[in-house]
């Protein structure tokens, strides 16, 4: 079992719809990151959390530090937003980046 | 524009050869990070630099070595190379420590044959 999972692996999507992308964790983490990888294979920091929830534009990011658990939210989606979107913990302690697997997420227009 | 840049951005080259990535972090950014992205295995950590000394490994191989320069920019080399070698390798960096944001370079597109 990878100790970073992510759900779903792929995601399609009509234009304006509310979307929600799930990262679980078994290790002990200080920050969690949503990253975004263009189609181009460029890469951008969405968020970096370490409790609550974080909102930028139309991008909603939480956490649950009990829980192990971590969504990504896209409200009113645009066919833009078409990227894979990646969690990425840092663990505590051992000051390393453990990654999930991606969400491949098309948004139609 | 993250502000970090990665040269070269392709090479080509053949198995046991020895090739070296470089990466300048933007500007005032002490940490430097580098990932390996390979289509079997995801993205994976390798290694980070903080103000010049070793400060976490990951999944590096020994075949596989680092440094960060006194003026902060850092060399990924890899040595020995072998056909699973071909990936994209980003660099990444950040102000200080793992909690703060990284910002990602364009990648270098290793290509072993």
């Known amino acids: 079992k990878n100790e970073v999972e992510q759900s779903p692996q792929n995601l399609t999507a009509q234009e304006g719809e509310f979307i929600t992308i799930n990262c679980s964790y078994s290790?002990?983490?200080?920050?969690l990151h949503w990253l975004q990888q263009h189609p181009g294979g460029g890469i951008v920091s969405l968020f970096m959390?370490?409790?609550g929830k974080k909102k930028h534009g139309r991008l909603i990011a939480t956490i649950n530090i009990q829980e192990k658990h971590s969504s990504l939210h896209i409200t009113a989606s645009h066919p833009r937003d078409s990227a894979v979107y990646i969690c990425?913990?840092?663990?505590?302690?051992?000051?390393?980046?453990?990654f999930g697997t991606g969400t491949r997420l098309k948004v139609l227009a | 524009d993250s502000g970090v840049t990665q040269t070269p951005k392709h090479l080509i080259t053949a198995t046991g050869q020895r090739v070296t990535l470089r990466c300048s972090p933007r500007?005032?950014?002490?940490?430097v990070y580098w990932y390996q992205q390979s289509l079997d295995q995801g993205l994976q950590f390798l290694i980070q630099?903080?103000?010049?000394?070793?400060?976490a490994k990951g999944n590096i191989l020994e075949r596989f070595s680092a440094q960060q320069f006194p003026d902060l920019h850092s060399e990924l080399n890899l040595s020995s190379l072998e056909l699973g070698d071909s990936a994209l390798y980003f660099c990444?960096?950040?102000?200080?420590?793992?909690?703060?944001?990284?910002?990602f370079g364009p990648g270098t597109r290793l290509t072993v044959l």
């Open positions: 990444a960096s950040s102000f200080q420590t793992g909690l703060d944001t990284q910002y």
């Open positions: 290790v002990g983490i200080s920050a």
């Open positions: 959390l370490s409790s």
């Open positions: 990425a913990v840092y663990t505590s302690g051992t000051y390393k980046y453990i």
């Open positions: 500007s005032g950014d002490l940490s």
């Open positions: 630099y903080y103000n010049g000394e070793e400060r």
